[in-house]
């Protein structure tokens, strides 16, 4: 099998809820995502998705990723797709660093290699653990009594558990915590996500405040060392996601003991090939993760549903649907929420196929 032509779609994603917002006043109304198509020699095609958290999340926004597609598409054609490990090396020679421009890449090479295969990706993963993958909502950064209201009516819908965007004012995010804990019921989980908006004492008030309460506190701070700090100081269940952005922070941070749990995002190290590697070395580790991406549409969804699903479930700490956030479907096939809940398909690679009438014309083809 070899790549013939790579096509790359741009597609806005906007939101239902119109608009996601979480620490230091940031917001996005429409998604700015990246889809690729890979076209190969055997009449099989395969498809992957990028889509940044807007330009002020990662180092990461939606033209940067069709840049990056753009440095890397030549070195590809030609290859075979579905020797990922191949394709990384080159994709990682021909560019350094930049893993969300490499993720929708590396993303359909694995369509294409578990449709050469006959296999959906997740078996490939080393196989389906149990029925089901359970979901959290995000729920975004509004006032106490509005984010509570949400999270009622996301918990109607079948949500078990809740990310609250804060890192806001500390105390805004006190009274947040507190209103939104105190309509859940025990078995029900809580994160506090405050995306690095707290300096380290707002950080230390928060954690005391809350310091009786089952809630979970991620990613208090900018930099991993006052992450460090403020995780020394809270006995709360502590979660890492900006700074663990490969193995190599990952295993620093095991050694610290930084974290109990880590959020892995698919395009946040650089594909599913990284991020399956990081998956299996935090199973080894003992530490739970929040399997997921940075956002997406369907063929995202799809892409987590797989990773997720093939993760033995104790170490599943949740993920999440994004093509149920968005009004735009980009794919057909990708799973739906059901009761708080998405399972990977069982069709071979992702399971997918692009919607043309959202994706419209390629804005780039390199053949
Ligand atoms: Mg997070």
Redesign the pocket.
């Known amino acids: 099998m070899k790549v013939e032509a790579i096509k790359v779609y741009q597609v806005d994603l906007p939101l239902k809820e119109g608009r996601y917002s979480w620490s230091d006043g940031k917001y996005v109304e429409v998604f700015d995502c990246t889809i690729v198509e890979i076209e190969t020699d055997q009449n099989m095609s395969g498809v992957g998705e990028v889509c940044p958290l807007g330009p002020f999340y990662l180092p990461a926004y939606g033209p940067g990723a069709r840049t990056g597609i753009a440095e890397l598409a030549p070195h590809l054609l030609g290859c075979n797709p579905s020797e990922t490990g191949v394709v990384n090396l080159i994709m990682d020679q021909a560019l350094l660093g930049h893993p969300y421009a490499k993720s929708a890449i590396d993303m359909a090479c694995w369509d294409l290699a578990g449709k050469k295969a006959g296999s959906p990706v997740c078996d490939l993963f080393g196989g389906r653990h149990g029925d089901d993958v359970v979901l959290y909502r995000a729920i975004s950064q509004q006032s106490a009594d509005e984010m509570a209201r949400n999270i009622a009516g996301y918990r109607d819908e079948g949500y078990t558990r809740f ?1 609250l965007k804060v890192g806001g004012d500390p105390d805004d995010d006190i009274a947040r915590i507190f209103a939104t804990r105190e309509i859940l019921d025990n078995g029900e989980v809580l994160v506090a ?1 405050a ?1 690095t908006g707290w300096l380290m004492h707002e950080a230390a008030r928060v954690a005391d405040a809350v310091a009786k309460l089952d809630v979970y506190i ?2 208090p701070c900018k930099t991993y060392e006052e992450c460090l700090t403020i995780r020394r100081r809270t006995a709360r269940p502590f ?1 890492l ?2 700074n663990v952005d490969g193995v190599h922070m990952l295993l620093r941070a095991f050694a610290d003991g930084a974290m109990d749990v880590i ?1 892995l995002k698919i395009s946040k190290v650089g594909g599913l090939t990284k991020a399956r590697q990081i998956r299996d070395l935090c199973a080894t580790l003992g530490i739970a993760m ?1 399997i997921e991406d940075s956002w997406g549409g369907d063929v995202v969804t799809a892409a987590i549903a797989h990773l997720a699903h093939s993760t033995p479930e104790r170490f599943r700490f949740t993920s999440t649907d994004f093509n149920s956030y968005v009004t735009v479907s980009n794919a057909s096939g990708a799973p739906r929420r059901e009761n708080g809940r998405m399972r990977a398909g069982t069709a071979p690679g992702l399971g997918v196929e692009l919607n043309r009438d959202a994706l419209g014309e390629p804005v780039a083809v390199y053949s």
């Open positions: 990310q996500d995306n991620e990613q979660v996601d900006e959020n929040t």
